[in-house]
Every structure is written in C-alpha cells, then in structure tokens.
C-alpha cells in the first residue's frame, strides 16, 4: 500500500508579529512542519507500517521549503521518501490551485491513500484534502480520528459532535485526519541521521504539466483582528433570570 502525507511548511505562529497598523510581519519567524500536518506524517507511516507499504510525504511551494533542515525534519518522522514541488510562484497560492498541484503528484507518484492535516497553522482554511480527494474522484472524508487496514479497504473513525461513526471505506482514499487522532514523538538521533539518505524528489509545474496554472485568488492584504476590551460585565440570579440578562446584554451589543 502506498501512502501519500501531504505536508506544508508555514512560519511558526509564536514568531508572528504584528505592527501598530494591524499589518504582520513574518520577518523574523521561523518556518517549520505545519503543526497540524505532523499527526498525518505519523499515521501515514503507522500505517505503512502496518500494510508493509510505504510511506511518502510531499509539500508544496516556493524554493524556500527546498531546506536541509525541512527535508530532514519531514524525514526524520517517519516517510520513506519525500516529493517536493517548488516554483518561485507558489509562496502564497490559494487552496485551488495547491489542491491541483497535489492531485497532479497523486497521479504520477501512485497511492492507494492520501493523508492531510486537518487544516494548516498559518491559515488552517481545512479545504485542502476535500478538494484533492475530489479532483481525483475518490472516496473523500473528513474528522477521521482513527485509521486501520481490513483487507481491501480501510475501516476510519469519524468524530463528529455528538457520536463516533464507525466506517469501512474502499480504496483509494483521501482523507483528512483530526490533531487528536495520535502524539507524534519527537524524532531519535537514529531517525535524524538516517533521514539524510532517503530519497528527494524535486517536479516543477512543467514535469507535471501544469506550467500554464494560474491563481484563482489575489491575496490584497493580511491584518491581525483589533483588540477589544472585555465589558468585565458580571451576570447573577437564578439561571433563568441570568439567561434573560445574557440574551438582553447580547441583543444591546448587536450580537444576535
């Protein structure tokens, strides 16, 4: 079996800075594994694992993510090989057009199952693997908490509001996995070092024949939300006269 993780790298949200005008910077943030994407790097290769398959994580984006330290990182916890696709245009593309890159990576590389973080820590939009597993035309859920082989097909967990659904799926799948769904470990010397010598493959858009793919969305301006002082309003009585005043207070605000 065949596992594709798809990964993206993205500043670290405690290095974000924003100025007096509400503008961010991300001059001196540091970039590493989307933080959601790392319990989708684990089950895919718990789930290699398991199937005697292997394990193949790909990211997209600008020469940046074309780093040492990335590439070791993302290898070092667990894939066999990484794909990566970098184009000087792709540092800040929208989700249409990373989703068809990615299916497009699909189709050459070969997978039984693709894997996705449930949303990215820099604009965590959780659209990403929806779309994919659509252009590809293949079984596609979401809030998937638990993965296991049976035979020819998967059988997930989904965690919903109230309840767990319980599913058997056939192959192939995309599926977005939820942060809770495992702990990944940080990675041992042993898994450092013997990530050095796994494969890395570079595509750019032409390989893939996607060189003529333009952007669906313009990105004009990227601004922190405004800081509001609380009301420190204190609300007392029975529950029944504390509702009344909550709903009271709400409606005065334009709330609801």
Same mark, same amino acid.
């Given at each position: 079996?065949?596992?594709?993780?798809?990964?993206?790298?993205?500043?670290?949200?405690?290095?974000?800075?924003?100025?007096?005008?509400?503008?961010?910077?991300?001059?001196?943030?540091?970039?590493?594994?989307?933080?959601?994407?790392?319990?989708?790097?684990?089950?895919?290769?718990?789930?290699?694992?398991?199937?005697?398959?292997?394990?193949?994580?790909?990211?997209?984006?600008?020469?940046?993510?074309?780093?040492?330290?990335?590439?070791?990182?993302?290898?070092?916890?667990?894939?066999?090989?990484?794909?990566?696709?970098?184009?000087?245009?792709?540092?800040?593309?929208?989700?249409?057009?990373?989703?068809?890159?990615?299916?497009?990576?699909?189709?050459?590389?070969?997978?039984?199952?693709?894997?996705?973080?449930?949303?990215?820590?820099?604009?965590?939009?959780?659209?990403?693997?929806?779309?994919? @597993?659509?252009?590809?035309?293949?079984?596609?859920?979401?809030?998937?908490?638990?993965?296991?082989?049976? @035979?020819?097909?998967?059988?997930?967990?989904?965690?919903?509001?109230?309840?767990?659904?319980?599913?058997?799926?056939?192959?192939?799948?995309?599926?977005?996995?939820?942060?809770?769904?495992?702990?990944?470990?940080?990675?041992?010397?042993?898994?450092?070092?013997?990530?050095?010598?796994?494969?890395?493959?570079?595509?750019?858009?032409?390989?893939? @024949?996607?060189?003529?793919?333009?952007?669906?969305?313009?990105?004009?301006?990227?601004?922190?939300?405004?800081?509001?002082?609380?009301?420190?309003?204190?609300?007392?009585?029975?529950?029944?006269?504390?509702?009344?005043?909550?709903?009271?207070?709400?409606?005065?605000?334009?709330?609801?």
């Amino acid at each position: 079996m065949n596992i594709i993780v798809c990964c993206k790298f993205a500043p670290d949200t405690q290095d974000i800075e924003t100025r007096m005008d509400g503008s961010i910077s991300l001059d001196k943030a540091v970039w590493k594994i989307s933080e959601y994407d790392l319990q989708a790097i684990e089950a895919g290769a718990r789930l290699a694992e398991a199937t005697g398959g292997k394990c193949i994580a790909v990211s997209v984006g600008s020469p940046r993510i074309d780093a040492s330290q990335f590439k070791k990182d993302l290898l070092s916890r667990g894939p066999d090989e990484l794909y990566l696709v970098i184009d000087s245009n792709l540092a800040n593309e929208d989700i249409a057009v990373v989703s068809t890159i990615l299916s497009e990576v699909v189709k050459k590389v070969g997978a039984d199952v693709v894997l996705f973080g449930e949303g990215s820590s820099d604009n965590y939009f959780q659209q990403t693997g929806l779309q994919v @597993g659509e252009k590809l035309n293949w079984a596609t859920l979401n809030a998937i908490d638990a993965i296991e082989s049976v @035979g020819d097909k998967l059988k997930v967990e989904r965690l919903l509001e109230n309840e767990i659904e319980v599913l058997e799926i056939p192959l192939p799948a995309a599926l977005t996995l939820t942060s809770s769904i495992n702990n990944p470990p940080v990675p041992g010397m042993k898994a450092v070092l013997s990530a050095g010598k796994k494969p890395v493959t570079v595509l750019s858009l032409a390989e893939l @024949g996607l060189d003529n793919l333009a952007a669906h969305l313009e990105i004009v301006s990227t601004s922190a939300p405004k800081d509001a002082d609380r009301k420190r309003q204190v609300i007392t009585g029975t529950v029944a006269e504390a509702v009344a005043e909550l709903v009271r207070c709400l409606d005065s605000e334009g709330v609801i």
